[in-house]
């Protein structure tokens, strides 16, 4: 059972709000005490997702939660878009996939840094990713 | 606007990194380093990230460009002051940086820029030589 704690949304727009998300994230990293790895794999994971979201979503809504589960506490990051959505997601999911110019390492890698991985889409509706990263994980 | 200082330091150009980049910064520095590559005729690119905490994969793909970049320019690129846990996540992420060589530190990295250059000199001189006999 995964409780959230606190909640923090951000709207992203432009470029320089990736910045000022990975301060945010980072922030509560810190107070929930994760380590230093540990917090640099998440604010990655976070910066391609918002990178993603940006390119191919124009933009959308980030949101920043502290959960727990049991003892152990955690950052659950949610970033909701309203673009043409993706495809074929089992496609998106395989390394060195990419409809846009980038290496495709986005989701796959983005997946292997955290500890849970969500990704939901519609066509035409848009894509809502889910990260959770433990403290301790 | 903002820009990254681009020092130039006998035959190589030394960029520090203070700040976390955005894309834009990024694309400007890939721009202007080339471009002074090819001003200044440098023979090595010296890139500190000391104080880079993040770098995904559209910064490692700038740093991977920078370096191919130069070297059709005909200058040496060497990426210094990692963080260990930036390693860690770029190795993960499936982003090793191949192709880009490393030091430790500024001053790792200007012995490494210097052998280099040694190295190719001593490349061409045999070169010379045996094209002349």
Redesign the interface.
Known sequence: MTLPLTKDILVVSR??D??LL?NRVKEHAVKIKMG??N???L??AA??LV?NMLRYGNGGKAIIEVVSSGRINGIRLTFEDQGPGIADIDNAMT?GYSTGK??G??L???K??VSEFNIKSKLGEGTTVTIIKWANG | MDRIPILKMGPFLLVTIQIDLYDRLALDLEEDLVRMVEKTSAKGVLIDISAVTIVDSFMGRILGNIASMSRLLDAQTVVVGMQPAVAITLVELGLPLNGVSTALDVEKGMALLQSKMIFDEEEEQEEDDTAAN
């Open positions: 470029e320089q990736v910045v990975r230093l790895v917090q640099t794999k604010l990655t910066s391609e990178r390394d980038s290496l390492l986005g796959p890698g983005t292997r840094l």
